[in-house]
């Protein structure tokens, strides 16, 4: 292979390798590769723990196989270890936390981006991005000693009379419920929606709102038809991240969820989440079944996480449209 | 712009003052010299309080001693010991002999102090303290003594108007030492409870709500009209929460307290085993309260490293001649004199 | 005005009022919550708290100095492993990545977040304290290490995927390579959704419990170096708001308060060193 003559300055041996270094130098090669490798440690990091959670659940498994699924009783003094109650409890609990926090902290986000003067906005934004820095456990101390009072004393007792025909509302007033737990959750949660979510809209060109503007859209119809649309990939990327940290929420749902491993249809039984569990559980089991069974419950949780990702996904692939969202 | 340059100049300078005086703090400089010996002990929540006081006045005897103790949970006391990453655990439980096997060193049992279990209720318009007998609270946990009114609990309790009210059984989410006594108790007082439940640090409950730890039963019984939990007397003494007697098994109703829980264990004393574990609810003994047990330090037999060695031998002599003297200010029973006599013994089994 | 102008009218106002509602009950319930632990918390703060080593029950003048640093040494050594991770995984998803591995890694990355703390915890505990035979401050460091890193990603891929294409277009116009592109001119715009991401991601790690119990394990002295246990702000919080003595429900309310203050000093450090960045949404 000749090389140009007017463009060589020097000679260089032919070959692929050169032409690879010679990207290399260029600097893009090399950042492709690290971050490549940044990419990569994620996934092989989330295969070890899996991996981790496989065997170390060994017992549990030739035990119970797929009816550990199905089965409703956990005894440890017994050996009977189910799943079933702790799945209901972690996806209702989870469920509901979206359900609430969702449309308040897109809203909530909405606002703040849109309408409220910046420097409220960044201050306001501010203090609630520092609330994700409040220990569990302090969530927890503030469910007990106020949320669980006032649902018990004011909300259920006013849903009961109003609702109470509805299963959701059917049940003896403890306080303590799935109730709490989705709430305290979705207070927990909401911070990582505003935050996030503000993000985005704020991101969004001005080219865009004042397009539709100019249009002779309202404010709103700009907004809800435009601007979120726009951002609509990243209020998910928000929204998962939150439904994260709901599914793997131990300490304030172990205080205010009433810890009962049960399945009931009303939002006012307590009920019991699989992180709970497992936290609450693990240092004091004996025994290496017992153990197992709690570590193969975190497996049960990974396999949950996976399931309502991947649903999660289909719904967002089939609602995008072509050119509303980047990427 | 020079403001801004300036306010990153100093933000920088002050996190590298503060990464400097990390280091500073950190080194080994900063620690007395020599180094301290550090030991690492885990397990049991319920002495805690006292444990911490321990270790830290031994510390300020012997400055060169440096005794870490995590309360993480009797399982995690044991389970840490078994892998080596502690020199000593503790645990409310005592081994069993499963348990033991499982370890691949001989392990002993020190029982330090005394704690007792008492049942805590909130029932609206009821002040006065109530009796309950073995049979009533064991129905009560198995949900078969559904009403406040009921002849299992009125019956004990003449001239107290007991309301028509639902009981609330309340009890701890996480797995405990105190669970492991209160199921105990029960499966000694009730074949029922012993078929259908058992005892264990976490049960299967056959009624009732469930919050973490003393705190938290004690926050949802103070809240739930109606409501019945059990909790450690430690907590419910420095809390003056409401908290009723026990009939123990000479036929008294006992109210939990410092003296009564000493009495348990001076009764069991004599047919202690050799290695002190042993379960002293339901004790002999008119003075008894019923629902009481020892809290032990787990030691291995054989310890390699003769200063760690040592200082855990002499400790455990201070612990107890010196140490049974903060018990009672903290809330613990201290232990009986023979008991001490004879682990002052057994300390010579740690080679 | 025709009937649809008016209801369109209608429509805009009462939906923004909405949002304004969103808005308020919100903030209202998470600045409670903030007062709460001040006021709570800020009773109990005292010189000693920030100076002395913790005290057994009965004993005043106790403090949480062990765990302050504790806290300050198991969050440096997180975000060393964290972010870095954290924000080149981002920009490989939104700026190099290909379509089937980035998916694979975006799945991944949402899983790993929801992996409870616990297990978190447990996992380092087998993988660095089992072998090692003793708890340390670098197993405690590396798992919250590891739990940073989703929301790390995820934030800075969104951040930059909300930086225009033309400005991409632009400099690869002007022949910059694509590497350089992203550092000198992606990256800047984004650079205030990154903060926000890794303040986020910090905030969140900075209050966990549960993966410190096994690996950090704690600690009533100061520890020196990476080896041994170190104390932490959430693990104190958590041992002392159980336990039934006043005193140290006190103190859990001061550390709880002292932890915040810690990560809003940590926020406010990141935005002025970063406070040039340039936001292309609303010029």
Same mark, same amino acid.
């Given at each position: 292979?000749?090389?140009?003559?007017?463009?060589?300055?020097?000679?260089?041996?032919?070959?692929?390798?050169?032409?690879?270094?010679?990207?290399?130098?260029?600097?893009?090669?090399?950042?492709?590769?690290?971050?490549?490798?940044?990419?990569?440690?994620?996934?092989?990091?989330?295969?070890?723990?899996?991996?981790?959670?496989?065997?170390?659940?060994?017992?549990?498994?030739?035990?119970?196989?797929?009816?550990?699924?199905?089965?409703?009783?956990?005894?440890?003094?017994?050996?009977?270890?189910?799943?079933?109650?702790?799945?209901?409890?972690?996806?209702?609990?989870?469920?509901?936390?979206?359900?609430?926090?969702?449309?308040?902290?897109?809203?909530?986000?909405?606002?703040?981006?849109?309408?409220?003067?910046?420097?409220?906005?960044?201050?306001?934004?501010?203090?609630?991005?520092?609330?994700?820095?409040?220990?569990?456990?302090?969530?927890?101390?503030?469910?007990?000693?106020?949320?669980?009072?006032?649902?018990?004393? =004011?909300?259920?007792?006013?849903?009961?009379?109003?609702?109470?025909?509805?299963?959701?509302?059917?049940?003896?007033?403890?306080?303590?419920?799935?109730?709490?737990?989705?709430?305290?959750?979705?207070?927990?949660?909401?911070?990582?929606?505003?935050?996030?979510?503000?993000?985005?809209?704020?991101?969004?060109?001005?080219?865009?709102?004042?397009?539709?503007?100019?249009?002779?859209?309202?404010?709103?119809?700009?907004?809800?038809?435009?601007?979120?649309?726009?951002?609509?990939?990243?209020?998910?990327?928000?929204?998962?991240?939150?439904?994260?940290?709901?599914?793997?929420?131990?300490?304030?749902?172990?205080?205010?969820?009433?810890?009962?491993?049960?399945?009931?249809?009303?939002?006012?039984?307590?009920?019991?989440?699989?992180?709970?569990?497992?936290?609450?559980?693990?240092?004091?089991?004996?025994?290496?079944?017992?153990?197992?069974?709690?570590?193969?419950?975190?497996?049960?949780?990974?396999?949950?996480?996976?399931?309502?990702?991947?649903?999660?996904?289909?719904?967002?692939?089939?609602?995008?449209?072509?050119?509303?969202?980047?990427? | 712009?020079?403001?801004?340059?300036?306010?990153?100049?100093?933000?920088?300078?002050?996190?590298?003052?503060?990464?400097?005086?990390?280091?500073?703090?950190?080194?080994?400089?900063?620690?007395?010299?020599?180094?301290?010996?550090?030991?690492?002990?885990?397990?049991?929540?319920?002495?805690?309080?006292?444990?911490?006081?321990?270790?830290?006045?031994?510390?300020?005897?012997?400055?060169?001693?440096?005794?870490?103790?995590?309360?993480?949970?009797?399982?995690?006391?044991?389970?840490?010991?078994?892998?080596?990453?502690?020199?000593?655990?503790?645990?409310?439980?005592?081994?069993?002999?499963?348990?033991?096997?499982?370890?691949?060193?001989?392990?002993?049992?020190?029982?330090?102090?005394?704690?007792?279990?008492?049942?805590?209720?909130?029932?609206?318009?009821?002040?006065?303290?109530?009796?309950?007998?073995?049979?009533?609270?064991?129905?009560?946990?198995?949900?078969?003594?559904?009403?406040?009114?009921?002849?299992?609990?009125?019956?004990?309790?003449?001239?107290?108007?007991?309301?028509?009210?639902?009981?609330?059984?309340?009890?701890?989410?996480?797995?405990?030492?105190?669970?492991? =006594?209160?199921?105990?108790?029960?499966?000694?007082?009730?074949?029922?409870?012993?078929?259908?439940?058992?005892?264990?640090?976490?049960?299967?409950?056959?009624?009732?709500?469930?919050?973490?730890?003393?705190?938290?039963?004690?926050?949802?019984?103070?809240?739930?009209?109606?409501?019945?939990?059990?909790?450690?007397?430690?907590?419910?003494?420095?809390?003056?929460?409401?908290?009723?007697?026990?009939?123990?098994?000479?036929?008294?109703?006992?109210?939990?307290?410092?003296?009564?829980?000493?009495?348990?264990?001076?009764?069991?004393?004599?047919?202690?085993?050799?290695?002190? @574990?042993?379960?002293?609810?339901?004790?002999?003994?008119?003075?008894?309260?019923?629902?009481?047990?020892?809290?032990?330090?787990?030691?291995?037999?054989?310890?390699?490293?003769?200063?760690?060695?040592?200082?855990?031998?002499?400790?455990?002599?201070?612990?107890?001649?010196?140490?049974?003297?903060?018990?009672?200010?903290?809330?613990?029973?201290?232990?009986?004199?023979?008991?001490?006599?004879?682990?002052?013994?057994?300390?010579?089994?740690?080679? | 005005?025709?009937? @649809?102008?008016?209801?369109?009218?209608?429509?805009?106002?009462?939906?923004?009022?909405?949002?304004?509602?969103?808005?308020?009950?919100?903030?209202?319930?998470?600045?409670?919550?903030?007062?709460?632990?001040?006021?709570?918390?800020?009773?109990?703060?005292?010189?000693?708290?920030?100076?002395?080593?913790?005290?057994?029950?009965?004993?005043?003048?106790?403090?949480?100095?062990?765990?302050?640093?504790?806290?300050?040494?198991?969050?440096?050594?997180?975000?060393?492993?964290?972010?870095?991770?954290?924000?080149?995984?981002?920009?490989?998803?939104?700026?190099?990545?290909?379509?089937?591995?980035?998916?694979?890694?975006?799945?991944?990355?949402?899983?790993?977040?929801?992996?409870?703390?616990?297990?978190?915890?447990?996992?380092?505990?087998?993988?660095?304290?089992?072998?090692?035979?003793?708890?340390?401050?670098?197993?405690?460091?590396?798992?919250?290490?590891?739990?940073?890193?989703?929301?790390?990603?995820?934030?800075?891929?969104?951040?930059?995927?909300?930086?225009?294409?033309?400005?991409?277009?632009?400099?690869?116009?002007?022949?910059?390579?694509?590497?350089?592109?992203?550092?000198?001119?992606?990256?800047?715009?984004?650079?205030?959704?990154?903060?926000?991401?890794?303040?986020?991601?910090?905030?969140?790690?900075?209050?966990?419990?549960?993966?410190?119990?096994?690996?950090?394990?704690?600690? @009533?002295?100061?520890?020196?170096?990476?080896?041994?246990?170190?104390?932490?702000?959430?693990?104190?919080?958590?041992?002392?708001?159980?336990?039934?003595?006043?005193?140290?429900? @006190?103190?859990?309310?001061?550390?709880?308060?002292?932890?915040?203050?810690?990560?809003? =000093?940590?926020?406010?450090?990141?935005?002025?060193?970063?406070?040039?960045?340039?936001?292309?949404?609303?010029?």
């Amino acid at each position: 292979m000749a090389s140009a003559p007017t463009t060589v300055d020097h000679v260089r041996p032919p070959g692929r390798t050169w032409e690879f270094i010679k990207r290399l130098r260029g600097g893009d090669e090399v950042a492709h590769l690290i971050t490549l490798l940044a990419a990569a440690s994620i996934i092989v990091v989330t295969v070890m723990l899996v991996y981790q959670l496989y065997v170390n659940s060994a017992l549990p498994r030739h035990k119970f196989g797929f009816s550990f699924f199905l089965g409703k009783t956990w005894d440890p003094v017994s050996g009977e270890f189910g799943a079933l109650p702790f799945i209901f409890g972690t996806v209702a609990s989870s469920a509901l936390a979206l359900l609430v926090a969702v449309p308040l902290g897109v809203g909530a986000a909405i606002f703040l981006s849109e309408l409220a003067p910046p420097r409220i906005s960044n201050v306001t934004t501010f203090v609630i991005e520092l609330l994700a820095a409040v220990p569990s456990v302090i969530y927890g101390l503030l469910g007990i000693f106020i949320l669980v009072p006032v649902l018990r004393i =004011v909300v259920m007792p006013f849903l009961k009379t109003t609702l109470g025909f509805l299963p959701l509302f059917k049940g003896p007033i403890y306080g303590v419920s799935m109730l709490a737990g989705g709430l305290v959750l979705a207070i927990m949660i909401v911070p990582f929606i505003i935050s996030v979510s503000r993000e985005v809209l704020m991101a969004v060109p001005v080219e865009q709102r004042e397009a539709a503007l100019g249009l002779g859209a309202t404010k709103w119809e700009s907004t809800w038809q435009v601007v979120v649309p726009f951002a609509r990939v990243g209020i998910m990327a928000s929204i998962f991240l939150a439904l994260a940290r709901a599914l793997g929420e131990t300490m304030a749902v172990t205080m205010v969820i009433g810890n009962d491993p049960r399945i009931n249809a009303s939002l006012f039984a307590p009920a019991y989440s699989i992180a709970a569990v497992i936290a609450n559980e693990f240092t004091e089991a004996t025994g290496d079944l017992y153990l197992e069974a709690l570590i193969e419950l975190g497996l049960v949780l990974f396999l949950l996480t996976i399931l309502i990702n991947g649903l999660a996904r289909l719904v967002i692939i089939a609602t995008t449209q072509k050119g509303a969202a980047q990427g | 712009m020079k403001l801004k340059s300036s306010i990153t100049g100093i933000v920088l300078g002050a996190a590298l003052i503060a990464a400097g005086v990390i280091t500073l703090v950190d080194s080994p400089a900063a620690a007395p010299a020599p180094s301290p010996l550090l030991i690492n002990a885990a397990g049991a929540t319920f002495p805690y309080p006292i444990y911490s006081k321990w270790f830290t006045d031994y510390n300020r005897i012997h400055p060169d001693i440096q005794i870490n103790y995590q309360s993480i949970g009797s399982g995690g006391g044991i389970r840490q010991l078994q892998a080596g990453t502690v020199d000593f655990g503790a645990s409310d439980m005592p081994l069993n002999d499963q348990m033991l096997n499982d370890f691949k060193v001989k392990v002993l049992h020190f029982p330090t102090v005394l704690g007792a279990v008492v049942p805590t209720y909130n029932i609206p318009g009821v002040t006065q303290e109530l009796n309950f007998t073995a049979e009533a609270l064991a129905d009560i946990f198995l949900g078969k003594v559904t009403k406040w009114n009921d002849p299992a609990i009125a019956n004990a309790n003449q001239g107290v108007n007991l309301p028509d009210q639902d009981i609330v059984v309340v009890h701890r989410s996480e797995g405990s030492g105190t669970t492991f =006594v209160w199921t105990d108790y029960l499966c000694k007082v009730s074949k029922d409870w012993e078929t259908k439940v058992g005892r264990n640090a976490s049960v299967n409950w056959p009624v009732g709500l469930g919050n973490k730890g003393n705190e938290g039963v004690t926050g949802l019984v103070k809240q739930t009209p109606g409501a019945i939990g059990y909790v450690e007397l430690i907590y419910a003494m420095q809390n003056q929460l409401p908290y009723g007697r026990v009939k123990n098994s000479a036929g008294a109703f006992v109210k939990a307290d410092l003296a009564s829980t000493t009495a348990a264990a001076a009764g069991e004393a004599k047919m202690m085993p050799a290695d002190f @574990r042993v379960s002293i609810t339901n004790a002999q003994g008119k003075a008894a309260y019923p629902i009481c047990s020892f809290t032990y330090l787990l030691i291995p037999a054989s310890i390699q490293d003769v200063a760690k060695k040592t200082a855990i031998k002499d400790f455990l002599h201070w612990m107890l001649a010196d140490g049974q003297n903060d018990a009672e200010g903290l809330s613990y029973a201290r232990l009986p004199k023979d008991v001490v006599a004879r682990e002052m013994k057994a300390i010579g089994q740690i080679n | 005005m025709s009937f @649809r102008t008016r209801w369109r009218k209608f429509v805009n106002v009462f939906m923004l009022s909405l949002t304004g509602l969103c808005a308020l009950v919100t903030v209202s319930v998470l600045f409670f919550i903030l007062g709460y632990l001040l006021w709570y918390g800020g009773r109990s703060l005292n010189w000693a708290f920030f100076t002395h080593l913790p005290t057994p029950v009965g004993e005043t003048g106790g403090g949480m100095a062990n765990a302050i640093v504790g806290s300050g040494k198991l969050l440096l050594l997180a975000s060393l492993v964290g972010v870095p991770v954290g924000i080149l995984g981002g920009v490989y998803l939104a700026e190099f990545g290909g379509q089937t591995f980035s998916f694979v890694v975006r799945y991944t990355t949402d899983l790993l977040n929801g992996v409870p703390s616990i297990v978190m915890g447990i996992f380092a505990y087998t993988i660095i304290v089992l072998p090692m035979r003793h708890f340390s401050a670098l197993a405690g460091g590396l798992a919250l290490g590891v739990m940073m890193i989703p929301i790390a990603v995820r934030t800075t891929e969104e951040s930059l995927r909300s930086v225009p294409g033309t400005l991409r277009e632009g400099a690869l116009a002007l022949g910059t390579s694509k590497w350089k592109t992203v550092a000198t001119v992606v990256m800047p715009a984004a650079m205030r959704g990154i903060v926000t991401g890794v303040m986020l991601t910090l905030a969140r790690v900075a209050g966990e419990t549960a993966p410190l119990l096994f690996t950090a394990f704690s600690n @009533r002295f100061w520890s020196s170096g990476w080896n041994q246990p170190i104390a932490s702000l959430p693990v104190m919080i958590y041992t002392y708001a159980i336990a039934p003595y006043d005193d140290w429900h @006190r103190q859990a309310w001061a550390a709880g308060l002292v932890l915040l203050a810690l990560v809003l =000093v940590a926020n406010i450090g990141a935005r002025l060193v970063v406070s040039r960045g340039i936001s292309f949404g609303k010029a």
